[in-house]
């Protein structure tokens, strides 16, 4: 919810933009900061939901690692200033030249997704005289509940190293000289939000654990990446994720070894409800079977409704005080770009809208601004922090 205020501020500034709110994610930081602390957990943040440089300082300030999914990603984290020894790198392309580039800076792991890419990262470290700590990121095949393209360990998912390929992975580690397995790595999808999903997680990180006991590895960090779920429906009332919750259901059912360490690479879960996109709306097209409003974002500033089918809720931002018993409409909310699958929403209830009037798109702090492109030629995509808009 936005005052009248910040909203007659929004209406004077060129659209559209994503507004982030730094005394949200200042809040949302510091209760996953307290949350993790309490049971001595270790939490990476995932760079990939949102690189902004404002949202990247807060994150840094609070203490959290960073987990890139790219060479370019380590070393925004590094130039960010994140400690290197807490940057986690996986990835299931990562180039020689990436490789090289995270084992000069002295990463904390490689989170290793093949047995291929434990002979690549032996070679490459061979050749600069450094030891490289990885852990292996395998696929537990648990369903995360989530939409399929958000889906990342089921056996028919391309992350992650199999059960069945596990005997290969250890003799790979067993015959390089360069690698230290310093851990397992998990990451089961994104957006999840029953939380039944992360304890058969659990059950699976502790067959693991096992395993490589009995097997005479003694693994220091068993990292289980992220996916905690937002609240889309209800960005007001749900604004800082439940993390207690979230971080107990690792303290009770994951099985530690003494000195074993959690980490957690959460992305979404941070940053989502602190952005929101702000549009102006071009043309309303009223038609005999829809109603459209026309806006200037479109898909190249928010890609995710078209990508896979997500919800944002949709405002109205009103540029006078609301009236009562404004009529409301039901409207197909669009941009501008020559594609059909560039739609907000479909059959959206609103007030009766104009020409001029702003429309928000909330929860769009994670995976929004890193998606923009310049498909259609489109402008550089901008942003608005909340203590800098007057
Ligand atoms: C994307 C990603 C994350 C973060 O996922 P969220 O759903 O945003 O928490 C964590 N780990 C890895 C390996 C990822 O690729």
Known sequence: MFDAELIAAFYRKETPFYYYDL???GRTLNAAKTAAESHGFHVHYALKANFNGRVLEYIRDTGF?????????????????????????????????????ALRHDIFAFNVESVQELRVIDGLAAKLGKKANVALRINPNVDAQTHHYITTGLDENKFGISYWELGDAIEALRESDYIELIGIHFHIGSQITDLNVFK???????????????????LQVLNVGGGLGVDYHQPDIKHVPNFQSYFEIFANFLERKPGQEVHFELGRALVSQCGSLISRILYVKNGIKKNFLILDAGMTELMRPALYQAYHKIERLSPIAAVDNEEQVHYD??????????CFGKEVLLPRSARGDLISIRTTGAYGEVMASHYNLRDEIRYVYSDEIV
């Open 333 to 342: 909310v669009v941009g501008p770009i020559c594609e059909s699958s560039d």
């Open 200 to 218: 058969s997680l659990c059950i699976k990180v502790n067959e693991m654990n096992n395993w490589f006991d009995e097997r005479g590895f003694r």
């Open 65 to 101: 690692g960073a987990d890139c999914v790219s060479g370019n990603e380590v070393k925004k984290a590094i130039e960010m200033g994140f400690d290197p020894s807490k940057i986690v790198f996986a990835g299931v392309g990562k180039s020689d030249r990436e490789i090289d580039y």
């Open 23 to 25: 005394a949200l994610l």
